[in-house]
C-alpha cells in the first residue's frame, strides 16, 4: 500500500463537503475519482497532498514513497523556455555529467594514488548516472514534449508567452519526467488533443507507480483506470473496474438501495397505520400494544433516499419542422490565415437525421469551419449551400450567444417574450437554475453555467440542423449523459466538434477527421475510427502523390464503405458497372438468406429459454410447497432438474446474445 486515507471529514462553514471518507491505494495501482461538480474531489486531492488540513482524519504515505502533483492550473517557471523547463527536472543528471566529464579531464593529469580514488568516483558517478537513465534523458524530454503535442519547433518558445492550456502541458510534462511514485492529476485531459490524450494514456498505463486522477473524461478512465473512487452526498465508495465496471455496479447498487428505501418506506407507513389503528380502539391491552410497535419503530435506522439518477436536469431537443432530406452540401471549401492553410477543397454533405462528429488535432481548423457553416467567418473558396426548410442552431463553446450584460432570466425572456414568468423558472430549473440563480448575470457565471444556459436557449429554438462546438465542455458526467439522451433522441441533424471520445462513442453515426487540410470520412462511432484509422490513413497518403483535385466520395451513395477526402489511388481499378450489378444482387440475395436463418435461429433460441425459465418458476413454486418438503428424493429429483435447466440456460442466453448481435 502506497497511500492510506482514514475518516477524512471537511466542512465549509455549514456546508459538509466530505464525511468519513476512506480508501487505500496499492502500490501501481491506477484510481479516477468521480462525482458531480462540487462534490468535492479537488478538496479531496488537496487535502491528499497537504495544501489544505482536513477538520479530521488522517491521510498517510507510505515511509519513503514521492508524491508528485498536477492542479488544474499547474504552476510553472515562466523565465525558461519549453525545452529549459523540462529540463530542469533532470537538473541532478545535469550535474552529474558535469562531474563526470571533470573527472575524465582530471584522470589525463593524475597518477598513482590519485588517479586510483579518481577512477573509484568516476565509476560511482557512471553508475549513478545509468542508474538514472543519463544516456536517455534528453531524448525522454523531447518524447514527453512531443506527446503531449508540442513541435520542435515549439521548444525554444517561452513558458511567459504560453497560453494557459499549455502552462498546463508544460506543468504536466515536468511531472511526468519527475516520475513520483504516486501521480495525482486534477482533470489531465482538459487542454491536450485527442493524440496527446492517447499518449498520456499508454503512459500513464504502462506508468510503474500509482496513479489518481480526477477526469470527467468517460473515455479516458475507461482506458487507464482500474479502481473507481465516488464521492456521492459527501460519502465514498470504491468500486474495483474501469468507469464502465463502475457504472453498471452503481447502477445496480442504486436499484438494490432504492428498493430497500421504498420497502422501508411502506413498512413504515404500515406501522404507523397499524398504530393508528390500535389507538382508535381506545382499549388498555391495545393502547399497550400500539407503544410497544411506537418503540420498535423508533429503534429502525432508518435509510436515506439514494440519490435519483438525472432527474435533476431535463433536456429535449425537438425540430418543430421537418427539413428536407438534403440538409447540407459543402463544394470545394476551403480557409487560410495568412500563410497557414486551415483546409482546402473540401466536399462532403449532410442527410437528413445524421449525427456527425468532426475531429481532428488543435488548430486544425474544426470550429472555423463550424463559423463558416454559421456565417460567422467568410470562407476564402468554395461555398456551401443548405437544404429546404434547414434551420440552424448554434452552440459555440465560447457562447457567443449569451448577452454578458444580461440576467439568466433576460436571456430567455428577451427571446422568448410569449413565455410567462413560471415557464421561465421552469425551463431554467430543469437546467439547474433555481431561486435567485435566475438573476444572476450572465457574466458572473461560469463555464459550465454558461454552458447549461446555452443549452437551454438552443431548446428553445425551431432548430432542426444543431451545430454544436464542444458541447459536452465544463459538463460533468451526469450532465454530459443528459445530454448524450437528448442527441441520440433528436429526430433532426446534428454536427459537432468534439475531444469527448466517450460522447462520440455515444452519439456519432460517422466521423470526418479534419487532417492534413482534408477530410477523411468515416461511417461509423468513435471505436470503429480507431479500428480503420490506420487504413484510412494509408490510402491518404497514397493519394498525396497522385494528381488530379482531391474530392471527398458522397458516403450516401456508397454507405457500406469508408471515404477520404482525395483521389482514388491507382491500384483500385474500376470493373464494369454490369459485373458490379450482378455481384451487388447476388450479395444482397446472399445476405437475406443469411439474415432470415439468423432471424429463424434467434426465434427458437428465444422460444427454448421462456419454455425452460417458465419450468424453472415451476419448480421453484414446487419445493416451496409444504407437501413436497417431506419428499427427501422428489426433492433431490427437483434440485438436478433445476441445476440442469440453469446451466442450458447460461448457454442459450450466450448464444441469444451472438445471435442478437
Known sequence: ?????????????????????????????????????????????????????????????????????????????????????????????????????SCELSMQSKQGSELEDLMKQYASLTHAFESGDGYFYRSEVIGVLKGLGFEEADFGKSVSALSGGQKTRVALGKLLLQKP?????????????????????????????????????????????????EIDQTKATSFAGNYTDYAQKKEQLRIAAMNAYLNQQREIKHQEEVIEKLRSFNREKSIRRAESREKMLEKIEVLEKPTEVRTDMHLKLTPRRQSGNDVLTVEDLGKSYGSLCLFEHVDFELKRGEHVAIIGDNGTGKTTLLKILNRLVPPDSGGFRLGMNVEIGYYDQEHHVLHEEKTLFEEISDEHPAMNNTEIRNLLAAFLFTGDDVFKYIKDLSGGERGRVSLAKLMLGNANFLIL?????????????????????????????????????????????????????????????????????????????????????????????????????????????ESDSKLDWKAKKEEQARLRKKENDLKKCEEKIASLEERDSEINRLLSDPAIGTQVARLQELSKEQAKIRTSLESLYEEWETLAQ
Not at 36 to 61: Q, W
Not at 182 to 205: F, K, Q, V
Open 1 to 101: 500500500m502506497i497511500l492510506s486515507c482514514q475518516n477524512i471529514s471537511k466542512a465549509f462553514l455549514e456546508k459538509k463537503v466530505l464525511e468519513n471518507i476512506s480508501f487505500h491505494i496499492e502500490n501501481n495501482e491506477k484510481a479516477a475519482i468521480v462525482g458531480i461538480n462540487g462534490a468535492g474531489k479537488t478538496t479531496l486531492l488537496r487535502i491528499i497532498v497537504g495544501e489544505m488540513a482536513p477538520d479530521s482524519g488522517t491521510v498517510t504515505l507510505s515511509k519513503g514513497r514521492t508524491l508528485g502533483y498536477l492542479a488544474q492550473d499547474g504552476a510553472v517557471d515562466t523565465a525558461n523556455t519549453i525545452y529549459e523547463e523540462l529540463l530542469s527536472v533532470k537538473q541532478h543528471l545535469i550535474l552529474l555529467e558535469q562531474r563526470i566529464r
Open 181 to 229: 511514485d504516486l501521480i495525482i492529476l486534477d482533470e489531465p485531459t482538459n487542454h491536450l488533443d485527442m493524440n496527446s490524450i492517447t499518449w498520456l494514456e499508454t503512459y500513464l498505463t504502462n506508468y510503474k507507480g500509482a496513479v489518481i486522477i480526477v477526469s470527467h473524461d468517460r473515455y479516458f478512465l475507461n482506458r487507464i483506470a482500474t479502481k473507481i473512487i
Open 469 to 577: 462546438d464542444e458541447p459536452t465542455n465544463h459538463l460533468d458526467i451526469a450532465s454530459k449523459e443528459i445530454l448524450e439522451d437528448a442527441v441520440n433522441s433528436y429526430e433532426g441533424t446534428v454536427l459537432y466538434v468534439s475531444h469527448d471520445r466517450y460522447f462520440i462513442n455515444k452519439t456519432a453515426h460517422r466521423i470526418l477527421d479534419l487532417t492534413r487540410r482534408r477530410f477523411v470520412n468515416y461511417i461509423g462511432n468513435y471505436d470503429y475510427y480507431l479500428e480503420k484509422r490506420d487504413t484510412q490513413m494509408a490510402l491518404l497518403a497514397a493519394s498525396d502523390g497522385s494528381d488530379g483535385r482531391e474530392a471527398l466520395h458522397s458516403v450516401m451513395n456508397k454507405p457500406s464503405k469508408d471515404s477520404y477526402n482525395g483521389a482514388a489511388p491507382a491500384s483500385c481499378p474500376q470493373q464494369p458497372a
